[in-house]
């Protein structure tokens, strides 16, 4: 009979699977200059239109000294602009400049891509399992969590 030690844990597994597949969209998005914390921010505040620092951060789960130097980066490439917020002064929001769309629409769909590589061989039936399963999986973890 195996040990733990000699067999990975499902979620030793998991985490190698995730861990691969984020190496895999890093590259992926490494051949259009940029990062995936960059690639994500665009995304989203392309999705939204304007967004406050606060409520990308929250989107991301980031600290707020990450998210600032992201968007600093982004600002400085002329891909973002940050603005006041209308009803308060404090707050700032980031939009997508003209140049951000540009370089957003560039870039191909990476998460389709890296998805097509690691389902290779895999059947849609196998898919479908694995969905249910992990569906499953976070539903009982999620429940206990709020227990």
Request: net charge positive.
């Amino acid at each position: 009979m195996a040990t733990t030690a000699e067999k990975p844990r499902l979620p030793q597994r998991l985490k190698r699977l995730y861990l691969l597949q984020s190496q895999a969209i890093d590259d992926e998005l490494k051949a259009y200059g940029v990062a995936r914390s960059q690639w994500q921010v665009i995304a989203h505040v392309r999705r939204t239109g304007t967004l406050t620092q606060k409520e990308l951060q929250g989107m991301l789960q980031v600290e707020p000294a990450t998210l600032t130097c992201i968007i600093d980066s982004l600002v400085s490439k002329g891909w973002l602009e940050r603005l006041e917020h209308a009803e308060d002064k404090r707050v700032k929001v980031v939009r997508l400049t003209s140049a951000g769309e540009e370089r957003f629409r560039s870039i191909p769909d990476v998460i389709d891509i890296v998805e097509a590589r690691m389902l290779e061989g895999v059947s849609e039936r196998d898919v479908r399992a694995l969905e249910r399963a992990i569906g499953r999986m976070t539903e009982n973890l999620g429940r206990r969590r709020a227990e």
